[in-house]
Every structure is written in C-alpha cells, then in structure tokens.
C-alpha cells in the first residue's frame, strides 16, 4: 500500500520538471526533464518554466468541467448532465467516478509543484540568476497557485491532507485530512503570502496577462475567510484598494464571457488556454495534458442538434427566475424560441441560422432546423418544437454563458470542438457580491444594498427595479418579492454566477442549512426522487413527459464530494465522507 503511494508521488515529482503546457507566450516551458533543483536554479527561464507549470494544473479539461464546473451547477440544479455522468443529477455520485480521482490527483500534482519550486526559486536568486523582484513574484505565484488549490479541493471534499513541506523531502502522501477549518486556514495564509509578493495588474506586462496578481490573491483569502466566518476579515480583504486600483465592472454584461474580451477589467483570474498555428480542434487533436492547451470545454454544453454533444443541459426553473428585464437572461441560459444575445457569435454566424448542421439541415427540409413560419431557424429550438436531443432526454434549455467561442462549430463540418476560451474562475462582481454578505452577516444592511445595486444596475443596463424577485418559481407561478437581506443576496449569486466556477460553493459557504433552503425553494426539490419527472411549469416544455428533469433534493452529507476510492486505497490513513 505504501510503496504503491510512494511511486504516485514520485510521479508527481517528475512532472515537476517535465515540459508542460499553458497559455500563451508567458506561460511556455523548456524541456527540463529530470533535472534537479541545482541544475534548474541555473537558467531563468527554466524556474519560470517550473512556476508556469504549476499553472498547468487547471489546464485540463476534465479537472475544470467534469470537476469544478459540474459541482459548482450539478449541485444547484440549474444545470444538468447527459450521458455517462448522470448520477450528479441525483446527487448519487460514486467514489469509483473518474472525474474525483482527476480533481484529487491533477491538485496534489500542481500542490507538490508549488511546494518544490520554492527551492528552486531561492537557489536561482542566490546565484544572481533571479532578481529579487522576479523572485518575490514567482514565489508569490507559487503560494497563491497552492492556496488556490486548496480552496477548490476543501470546496469540494472538506477536510483534505495538507502537504506544505517546502524542503523538497519525499512526501509518501500518507498523510490523514486535516479539518476543513484548517485547509481554508491555509489558503487564508498562502494568499497573505501571495499578497505580498505578486504584483498588481497594472503592473504586469502585456506578455504576462494572466498571471496571478494581489487583487486575486484578496479575492481568494477572503473567500477562504467567510468559508471560516470570519466575516469582518473578509470585508477587510474585499476592501484593499487593489480592487478600486485594478477593476471594475464592465459596462454590458454581455461583454463580460465575450471571446474577444478575455482578460478583461472585471477578471481576476482565469485559466488560459491557446489554439497553436496547425493544432487540430478535433477529438484527433493534442488536447490531453500534458500539451493540453485547448478544451472541450466550451462545446461540451451546446445542444447536440448543433454539435452532436450536448452534455449538460439548463434548468427551466432558472431560465423562469429571471426578473422581468434582467438582461443576464439570454447571456446566461437560453430555450425554446429564444435567439442568442452574444455578440459574438451573432456578427460571426447570424446566430443559430449559420451554423453547418442548421444551414445544411434546413436544405434538406429537416424540421428541427425550420422555424415556426418554416423559415430557416434562429433560435434554440422552437416553442413547438423544442431541442430535446435525438432521445428526449434534455430539458431543451442550454447554457449560454458557454456559447461564446465563434471559432468553434461542433462536431460538423471542420468538427472545431476544441477551442481556447479562457474559464473565469474569480470575476470581481463575485466580490462585491462576497462583501454584501459579509455585510449582511455584520449588519451593515445599507451597504450591502448598495453593492447589490451595483451589480444589479450593470444586469439592467441602467437602474435595476428597486424590489427584487424572481419573474416565476419553479412550477411556474409568480415570484413573490425577495426582502431578507441574506435571500437577496444569494438570489444574486445564482443569478450573476449561475453557468461559472462558483455558484454551488458560495451557497455552501454561506451554510448548509441555507443551501439546502434555497436550492429546495428555487428548483421544488422533494426528498426520494431520483428519476426525471415532468417539466411543472407552464410553457413550451410542458408536455407531461420526462425531459432530464431532476428534483432530487440536496441533503447535508451530498454537500461534500465523496473522497475517491483510488485515493483511499492508496493512503490507508484517508477517510471517507459520509
């Protein structure tokens, strides 16, 4: 058992130094493959290498969607999945699922990369190699890379082993969890670090946009601060004039996921990826890491009329939420009848009508490709006809935020299904949404209006409606207004960061309870249901048929992503979740 985890993180070790792949220029390694920490700590570009490889940990497909985004929307039931995952509708997920092994050992990865470049980096400035300011700032990308990492995996799995040895001594991974508490403690204290050293955006060269910067580094502690509710900390985090200096909200939401947009004012920090001269976008394509630099991910979400895909589906009850002239709808999720709102894709393709499968389907008198007035079709689906998929099994409703790269066309014609739409994981509308709950929890009620308003303002393109409230509920009756303070709030999570890498760890951190409450009160979920069951809500996708609709409701132990069987039977000292 031991020397069989012995091996795992000798393996780690090794691909500390082997070549891998991130965005961009800043981001492009030399092969160093088996070299140690003195002959790495010779040549510049070879410690920037190590640190950029410690980026590389997020560039993967599985880890970001079927991880991350999957939990972050899965456990709300704004979205669902299609296919061979979907056990994360109904909160069944097995400890055998691939995808928790990915998300544990692609982190430990990129935590045993951060821990060795220390080293490294302190070797390379000794012999001159590095100036200081280099130095402090990789160094500074290192503890913030490690701090974001373990965020992500006491997010998903609560307490987890902590590894923070820096000497560069062999770690068996023996280790047993530390509480939940002491893992947030440690990325309370990783980004301290990292705020010291990293520079600010504005700071940074072109060449290096994307990088890790202060202001994400005092996004993240104070993330890591309100999981520990410590909130009167986190407001002094969200606080930091970084914020003010370095970002702000975009004027059109609509411009906030758009292709042409990324690394944009409101983002903080966001995983880039790179479509290289000649890289085929295909599933023949170089896409699994290492040298993963483009993703499925983007695609992965499109109907399957467009893209033969369509692996994760929306929830009606979210597209019915949305208030009246809240212009984040169409951007977020789109149904039947519905035209898309990103200008993207409108000036590239004209919208749903340019696409190959749409164009060739209509000529051939295919009548899922016809609107209802038998012209050629320019919305999702039609109100009579809706996109089920070619089984009936999804809802018929998609998710638009991730429907904005116009290069890619889905698995017809070139088949462009990887694309290098950079993921936000952290925007700073979510902190200014994180600073009104910390105001709320320290009763500074006017100021937490005031930072919902500024996020509200910016959804209606002007002044939001002064009371708030969902346009229906879930079975299609009317909203009723929305005045605790708390409940604001969390109606604005999901309604700002629904479709992101966030939503379902924001409703967790703001307790169990209440995310259990909202998910229940939002989606009409019943205790026991585990099968699909009719769309309730009056509309084009109420028919009385199953259609991928899911109202299993959450419950306390299914907060936590079980701990992966592979894992525990590598470390003997590991313990499940409930």
């Known amino acids: 058992m031991a020397s069989s985890n012995q091996n795992i993180i000798k393996v780690f070790l090794l691909t500390l130094v082997f070549p891998l792949a991130c965005k961009q220029s800043f981001l492009e390694q030399d092969n160093t493959f088996q070299s140690n920490a003195d002959a790495l700590s010779t040549k510049k570009e070879a410690v920037i290498g190590l640190v950029n490889g410690i980026y590389d940990t997020y560039q993967n497909s599985d880890l970001l969607k079927k991880c991350i985004w999957y939990r972050a929307n899965f456990g709300t039931h704004d979205f669902f999945n299609w296919g061979g ?23 430990y990865i ?49 307490g987890v082993p902590l590894e923070v040895d820096t000497s560069g001594a062999l770690n068996l991974g023996l280790r047993p969890r530390s509480p939940r508490d002491s893992v947030f403690m440690q990325v309370v204290a990783d980004m301290q670090q990292a705020e010291t050293l990293l520079w ?42 970084e914020f003010s200096a370095n970002y702000s909200l975009l004027k059109n939401f609509a411009d906030v996921h758009e292709y042409d947009n990324q690394n944009n004012d409101e983002s903080l920090f966001e995983i880039q990826f790179e479509v290289k001269q000649g890289d085929p976008q295909d599933w023949g394509g170089s896409w699994n890491p290492p040298g993963g630099e483009i993703a499925w991910i983007d695609s992965f979400s499109w109907p399957e009329e467009i893209t033969q895909q369509g692996y994760d589906y929306g929830n009606p009850a979210l597209w019915n939420s949305f208030q009246e002239g809240d212009k984040r709808k169409l951007l977020t999720i789109v149904g039947p009848g519905d035209t898309l709102a990103s200008p993207g894709i409108i000036k590239a393709w004209g919208g749903i009508k340019g696409y190959i499968p749409v164009k060739d389907g209509f000529a051939n008198g295919n009548s899922k490709y016809k609107a209802d007035d038998s012209t050629i079709l320019n919305t999702v689906g039609t109100k009579t006809r809706p996109w089920y998929g070619s089984d009936n099994a999804r809802t018929g409703y998609y998710c638009a935020k991730k429907w904005r790269d116009y290069n890619l066309t889905g698995g017809y014609g070139p088949q462009k299904i990887f694309g290098d739409q950079n993921q936000i994981l952290m925007r700073y509308a979510e902190v200014i949404l994180s600073r009104a709950e910390c105001k709320v929890r320290t009763n500074d009620i006017a100021g937490a209006m005031a930072d919902l308003k500024l996020v509200r303002d910016r959804a209606w393109g002007g002044t939001a409606p002064a009371v708030m409230k969902d346009s229906a509920n879930y079975d299609g009756t009317p909203g009723q207004p929305i005045t605790d303070p708390l409940q604001m709030v969390l109606s604005e999570y999901r309604h700002e960061l629904a479709g992101e890498y966030s939503l379902f760890f924001l409703l967790c951190r703001a307790g169990t309870n209440e995310a259990i409450a909202f998910i229940k009160k939002a989606n009409g979920t019943v205790d026991g249901s585990y099968e699909p069951v009719p769309n309730p809500a009056p509309g084009p996708t109420h028919d009385g048929k199953k259609h991928g609709l899911y109202n299993t409701s959450l419950t306390p132990e299914k907060t936590l992503l079980p701990i992966p069987q592979v894992a525990i039977s590598l470390n003997p000292n590991l313990t499940p979740n409930p």
Do not use: H
Not at 116 to 139: C, D, M, P, W, Y
């Open 85 to 107: 995952d979907v056990y994360w509708n109904n909160y069944q997920l097995p400890a055998t699922f691939g995808g928790l092994s990915t998300l544990w050992n692609q982190s």
């Open 200 to 241: 600010s955006k504005k700071d940074l060269p072109k060449a290096d946009l994307g990088r890790a910067t202060k202001g994400a580094a005092y996004a993240y502690e104070g993330s890591a601060r309100m999981w520990l509710k410590d909130y009167a900390a986190a407001l002094v985090a969200f606080n930091n004039p």
């Open 110 to 158: 990129g935590i045993a990369r951060a821990n060795s470049a220390f080293t490294v980096i302190t070797k390379a400035e000794g012999k001159g190699v590095l100036t200081a300011s280099l130095a402090n700032r990789l160094r500074g990308e290192a503890y913030f890379l490690r701090g974001l990492t373990y965020y992500y995996l006491a997010s998903c799995f609560g």
